[in-house]
């Protein structure tokens, strides 16, 4: 996260794209690159297309595998997926150069290597290892990469918080080097812990998060008056946490505001969105995007950085507009999505470089 981006001179040309499928494609590139370092792409270097045609037929297939076998790209898709990743797995395992710190161009980030030698420490198959590494990614983009595109949706809908996200973040990028080799740099750790922009994140997760955990019951108890069999399944209602009127003024609006205690921040519009310890803490308690408990989303430190930094950077980079009569995306109940909301339809937006920024 502290390496720099390179960046190539903004070019004053106006591109409509899909705004989901290329902040999905974003999120992937990136996640291969951080968690998979060079090689993935190098051995496959058309492996988004392979993943995309997989993962779309993943949610229809999720009880069964009829949907690969009826639509044959995607078979393809999956097997070329997997082949790759067996390629991947299938190499030297030299011990880890400790000169490398958590990351080297050949494994990625080091818990993939470990989760590598410990898999053939314990003999697992090779395929087995693909899948298990494969999964990992797949964790990644069906959560972040909807997550992205809602939190995004929402700062591009509301430009004064818009603009306030964008003065937050110059204060943390800053540029070295010239002409083509000029790369971008970001405090990334110091942006995030900003109180506006924790509230950005904690809002779009509110609002983005439509997830149940599930938990099975492992004792006959009493909850809240209700007896419950062991055996059973609990399902958390997030989504009824995070819109329910008695703890969040006003539940279907976008308010980063409402994260940040009163004194925090002098520059919130007054009297608007500012909440107390007392609420604060109240709100906390019913935020539940990454479950709970021992079996907590445990990627979602590295969902944080991948989403803010992504957002941050396109946003500073580039002006984006939703091209006109597109439907704009709103917290929706889409059954595609896992945990993260997925947008029910795709809106196309219209991307410029931005003349405003340093550089
Ligand atoms: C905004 C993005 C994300 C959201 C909303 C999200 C949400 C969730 C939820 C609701 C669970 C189930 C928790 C429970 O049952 O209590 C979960 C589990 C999990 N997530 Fe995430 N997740 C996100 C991103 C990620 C990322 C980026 C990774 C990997 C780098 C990841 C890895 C995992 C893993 C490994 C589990 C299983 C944990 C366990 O059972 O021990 N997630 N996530």
Known sequence: MGRSI????QSPTTTSISLHKTLQKIVFDTSCFTFFGNRVHQICPDIWSHWNSFNEAAYIGVRSNASFYVRPWTLRGRRLMLETFDTWCNTELEPWDETDGVWNEKWGI?????REKMA???KM?????SCVQVSFLWVIITNAAPMLTWLVTALLTHPELLQKFRSIAEHYISYSGNGSSRDIKFDLPRFCVEPFIQGVWKEAL???VTSASARVVTRDS??????VKKGSVLLLPTRNMHFEERVFHHPYEFNPWRWVLLDEDSSSPSGFGQVSPE??????????PFGGGTGICSGRFIAEQEIMMTA???LHLFDIEFEQGQSIPSPNLNPQGLAAMYPLVDPKVIVSGRKTPRL
């Open 222 to 227: 009493e909850i809240e008056g209700y007896i």
């Open 279 to 288: 609420q604060l803490k109240r709100q906390n308690n019913s935020l539940r």
């Open 125 to 129: 198959t090779l395929r087995g290892r």
């Open 312 to 314: 941050a950077i396109l």
């Open 6 to 9: 390179p960046i190539s001179q």
């Open 120 to 122: 053939r420490d314990h």
């Open 110 to 114: 080091k818990l993939n290597w470990e």
């Open 206 to 208: 509110r609002l983005g």
